[in-house]
């Protein structure tokens, strides 16, 4: 079966710092993966998916991953963090028509 | 542009009371989700509509049913709260069924079962 797991429940690093949010996957296959972000009493948002190509993925408000197919991981960075990317990141990978969740790391970032 | 729409916001029911969970959306999506999100579990889908007509366990369906009333709008009953269904639920909708495009969310509904 896939899975995600997000090792780490929180990071904290501080405006403009570059941060790193992980994420490891395990899959039957090629992976699809996915980074959602979520906010106070919000829905999910989409980041960036890797479908295949380019290791380096760039998606919305300045974010990228980085797809290790070694090392099975699809990390979030971003090279200068801001307070307003305090919020809830989840990484998720595609499992037939759906998409299996990791636990989510919260991320906070201190002025 | 509304997007994912879901009614209602917030709600309280009692232990063994039932009801309905609302979604609907605008972008003519053929794919649509219910998942429940708690602390520390991240999102769990309940159940799945691949494209209109079907319907699909998810990882928790238990003390839930889903209907997909046409392309448009997907509903989540729970037929006898329990405590244990305390939770937020969010809906959500993709393009396609194979899952390569992003999922987009309604806000979510915040249940309490007390």
């Known amino acids: 079966a896939q899975s995600v797991a997000q090792p780490e429940d929180q990071v904290n690093v501080a405006e403009g710092n570059p941060l790193t949010v992980k994420c490891t996957y395990s899959?039957?296959?090629?992976?699809?993966l996915f980074w959602y972000v979520q906010y106070p009493n919000r829905g999910l948002q989409f980041l960036l998916k890797?479908?295949?190509?380019?290791?380096l993925v760039k998606g919305s408000y300045g974010f990228e991953a980085e797809f290790n197919k070694s090392q099975t991981s699809f990390h979030l960075k971003k090279p200068s963090a801001l307070v307003s990317d305090s919020a809830l990141y989840f990484c998720a990978v595609r499992d037939t028509d759906k998409l299996i969740f990791g636990t989510g790391t919260r991320l906070q970032v201190f002025p | 542009n509304a997007g994912v729409t879901q009614t209602p916001k917030f709600q309280v029911l009692k232990t063994g009371q039932s009801m309905t969970l609302q979604c609907a959306q605008d972008m003519n999506h053929n794919s649509m989700y219910w998942y429940r999100q708690d602390p520390g579990m991240g999102l769990r889908l309940i159940y799945y509509?691949?494209?209109?007509?079907?319907?699909d366990k998810g990882e928790v369906p238990n003390g839930y049913n889903v209907s997909r009333l046409n392309k448009r709008e997907f509903s989540l009953r729970l037929e006898s709260a329990a405590p244990s269904q305390t939770s937020v639920y969010f809906c959500?909708?993709?393009?396609?069924?194979?899952?390569?495009?992003?999922?987009?969310f309604g806000d979510g509904t915040r249940l309490s079962i007390l």
């Open positions: 899959v039957s296959g090629n992976p699809y």
């Open positions: 959500a909708s993709t393009e396609d069924r194979g899952g390569n495009q992003p999922q987009h």
């Open positions: 890797y479908i295949t190509g380019d290791n």
């Open positions: 509509s691949a494209s209109e007509g079907t319907t």
